[in-house]
């Protein structure tokens, strides 16, 4: 996949693109649908498949008090993206003159001047430009006048209700990360360096590898059993979330105890993927008493882990074609 984060970077058109504009947080099954469209009709018309994003998230400079957290860092968002066959991912800078462009020059001016649209497909509840005056009916005015088609999409449902960013942050607020598998399609997964810690772990005898991460939503503080990578192994293990009560630690911290494990991490990246929610954060009134819940945390999670795989994108794209 060609990532163009400056658009000066298109010496010319791209052929035959077919383009679709949005945010794409966490990057869900909704997504997904629009992106299997994306590349079928790309192959369709023998041109390119382009999701067009901006960054950073554009109510990030407009309303930053209004701004989502994001589900995706940035970094995750290209891989998810590319791992749908996607040819190019536009990341457009968005700053506060991005803001006053128009519906029209951005139509004219970036859709088909500088990438060439062809094929435009957008959500029904789309909108875009200068006080978000262009939307669904604006662009297929557009596309009769310039020589482009525009494909409206309903609401992509599953069990039910339609996919929703919004609705994945709050499950994982409320700490559902069993539940957000059917609408993400996959774990959720927080990836972070390890760096050093208090060591308490240790003490108790468990250590734990604390991570540094830019995951902007968290699940719900509490104990969760995951699957840890490194490299190409996979561990079981056991994380907190949380602000560690029984020692009256101040943030929130993360910190995972790799089961079976016992080797130095310090610098390395690990990334976790939450598979269910083990209890909550809880203050105990003595050390013991907190190592005896972490053993029967760590005993449960082996039952929950021992029968878990890891659910990963690539399990279930097939990239627009039949397979």
Do not use: W
């Amino acid at each position: 996949m060609r990532i163009i984060r400056d658009l000066n970077e298109l010496a010319a058109p791209l052929p035959n693109a077919v383009v679709t504009i949005g945010n794409f947080d966490g990057v869900h099954l909704g997504h997904r649908e629009i992106f299997r469209r994306l590349v079928g009709r790309a192959r369709e018309l023998g041109g390119v498949s382009v999701v067009y994003t901006f960054v950073p998230h554009p109510l990030k400079v407009l309303a930053p008090e209004r701004a989502p957290r994001l589900i995706n860092t940035y970094a995750e968002k290209e891989r998810l993206i590319e791992a749908s066959c996607i040819d190019v991912l536009i990341c457009a800078p968005f700053t506060p003159e991005t803001a006053t462009l128009s519906a029209d020059r951005f139509v004219e001016e970036i859709l088909v001047k500088k990438i060439g649209v062809r094929h435009l497909v957008v959500g029904y509840d789309y909108a875009f430009g200068r006080n978000r005056e262009g939307n669904a009916e604006f662009l297929r005015h557009k596309g009769i006048e310039l020589g482009f088609e525009v494909e409206v999409l309903g609401p992509i449902t599953g069990h039910g209700e339609a996919y929703s960013s919004t609705r994945i942050r709050q499950m994982l607020t409320d700490g559902e990360v069993s539940g957000v598998v059917d609408l993400l399609g996959r774990h959720f997964t927080l990836e972070g360096e390890v760096v050093h810690g208090a060591k308490r772990g240790g003490k108790l005898g468990f250590p734990t590898a604390n991570l540094c991460t830019e995951k902007e939503v968290l699940p719900r503080p509490g104990v969760y059993a995951v699957k840890a990578r490194r490299g190409d192994q996979i561990f079981d293990g056991v994380v907190n979330i949380g602000c560690n009560p029984t020692f009256c630690n101040e943030g929130i911290s993360v910190e995972v105890h790799l089961l079976d494990f016992h080797e130095q991490v310090y610098g390395e990246t690990l990334r976790l993927y939450f598979v269910e929610r083990l209890r909550d954060e809880m203050p105990f009134p003595t050390s013991e008493e907190l190592s005896r819940a972490i053993e029967a945390d760590i005993a449960r999670a082996r039952k929950i882990l021992a029968g878990t795989r890891i659910v990963e994108y690539r399990d279930y794209l097939d990239c627009g074609m039949k397979v």
